[in-house]
């Protein structure tokens, strides 16, 4: 006689997809938080490793004596100077020395700003031309650079208006969800202990393994799952994204406001565009030879 046939193994594949799914899940949320990251990472470029430091000197000709230190160093009511090609260390006041500063980093501007005495300059903001004493006001994490890049952190964390109230709705869900499996398992174990049941449907195996797979089938068909995942995860590649595209994204709740938006209102150039001017093409008047030409935009280049 043909041996009796070995007992059917129990493969869970249901729930062996739902966890696969809660995971990609986390991935796709810890890729999104690492853009957000590298775009704040972007951002503090902008701010030099080092700064040349002054303190008064008696013996110097120009009453300072310089030292460079790491501008993390840096405290308030220190004067730092600044030559043209450099950022500026540190949000502070002109107290020496003017310039034409690049501050399109804070206000999208791309038209160079003239700075002298008494004017503030913000950190991360770079000298074109002229050289700066600037005295220190906020270093550190008061600094503006340190507030952008903390506030794309905390629009990372927030939650919008939809993902509280999934949060909520889950909160009262996943319980129920987990009472209404142990129902379906008691209640079908007791069928199948009772005599309820075919024999046929539990000869291959006991009656608490029968309970369970309709107990797990409830609860991974009822699964919430794309509540607690969705809308977060909406929230930070929409966060990211706009970070590393450079706008800057105050909340969840903003974000999730920005769908209604039919009409956007913007001040100045530089704000989309890159507000530098380049020549696309030329043209020559009749009898006009190229050499000519070029010299005479030379000289007014270098006027």
């Known amino acids: 006689a043909d041996p009796p ?3 059917p193994s129990h493969f869970f594949e249901t729930s062996a997809m739902l ?33 040349t430091l002054l303190t008064p000197d008696a013996t110097s000709p120009s009453g300072w004596a310089e030292r460079t230190v790491p501008s993390g160093e840096l405290q308030v009511r220190d004067v730092v ?49 002229g050289s700066l004493h600037v005295q220190a006001s906020r270093v550190g994490e008061d600094s503006f650079l340190a507030q952008v890049c903390r506030l794309v952190g905390e629009a990372q964390g927030s939650k ?3 993902q509280l109230l999934a949060d909520r709705v889950a909160a009262r869900f ?10 379906t398992f008691l209640t079908w174990y007791a069928c199948c202990v009772l005599g309820a049941v075919p024999h046929a449907w539990v000869v291959r195996s006991s009656p608490a393994l029968f309970a369970f797979l309709f107990a797990n089938a ?13 809308t977060p995860t909406a929230v930070m590649v929409g966060t990211g994204v706009g970070a ?31 507000g530098q001017m380049h020549v696309v093409a030329t043209r020559r008047a009749a009898g006009v030879a190229e050499g000519e030409l070029w010299g005479a935009l030379a000289a007014a280049e270098s006027a």
């Open 160 to 162: 919008a208006p939809l």
């Open 19 to 51: 966890v696969t799914f809660v995971l990609l899940g986390r991935t796709l949320e810890a890729r999104a938080k690492g853009e957000a990251s590298d775009a704040v990472h972007k951002l503090l470029q902008y701010r030099p490793a080092t700064a």
């Open 244 to 274: 590393r595209l450079g706008v800057l994204i105050k909340s969840g709740a903003a974000l999730e406001t920005l769908h209604g938006v039919t009409c956007v209102v913007l001040d100045k150039t530089g704000t989309l565009t890159h």
């Open 218 to 230: 409830v609860l991974v068909v009822a699964c919430p799952c794309a509540l607690g995942l969705a």
């Open 174 to 183: 996943v319980p129920a969800i987990v009472l209404l499996a142990l129902l």
């Open 5 to 7: 046939p070995p007992p």
């Open 81 to 129: 100077r600044v030559v043209a090609g450099e950022h500026v260390p540190c949000d502070g006041e002109v107290v020496g020395g003017s310039g034409e500063v690049d501050e399109a980093l804070v206000s999208g501007e791309s038209t160079p700003q003239a700075k002298g005495v008494g004017c503030n300059v913000v950190g991360g903001s770079l000298l074109l031309e």
